[in-house]
């Protein structure tokens, strides 16, 4: 891990990018962290649309984060921002474009083809940042994840056993395969729905709510689109992650 730059922020927070490889990624961390007093870690998951478009969502979050108590990291997904596109997946969206424009449904095939490649390269690369972040003197765990995409978070839930919590987005497409890994999802959950996501299939997500195999996970569905959060779901997602993390 190479770190690239470093702000201070107005509320005491300290933002670092770095790059792992190929890979850019963003940490943020309390001031008040440090080897002495190592603090929690969440991973904040987001859609594929490039860290800097989605980084004022990001970056509040995590000033939220870090006013909890607990450092917060992402990173580039695959094929967004600079990153080498991937033209299979852009080959994807494109049939998944038509089909929404064209009032069809999104066919399982698209739906495939655009979601588990991304998770099969996405996956390794959390887990290899994971590794890295946790070597930080200022990191110490126990750490979380947060967003989505939410079969990334699905399947990081499955096989890294670092990550003892996760607040999922029930905001994007799921494959099939994702219900069967869900199964064996087992550490507590906190999944938001928003009822009227006009690109959620709202059943989708009932379902996959359904087939997760933990024994503490809720559900916490609120009117609206996808922008229409409000602004207790957060709190209410905060309040999950001190339980499970402090």
Known sequence: MHFTSQLRL???VLERKFTLGEIPGILWTPVSASADAPVPLILLGHPPLGLHRVYPRLVARARHTAADGFAAAT????GSGDRPRRPAAEQARADMRRAVEAGEPVSDEIIDALV???VEKAVPEWQA??????ELPEIGGPVGYSGGVISIGVRLARVDPRIVAAGLFAGSFVPRAMYEEARHVTIPLHVLLQWDDEGNDRQAALNLFDAF???EKSLHANMGGHAGVPQYAGDSAAQFFTRHLK
């Open 129 to 134: 940042a994971l590794d890295a972040l946790l």
């Open 116 to 118: 588990l490649p991304l």
């Open 10 to 12: 107005d509320d005491n």
């Open 213 to 215: 195999g933990s024994k």
């Open 75 to 78: 990173i580039e997904l695959p």
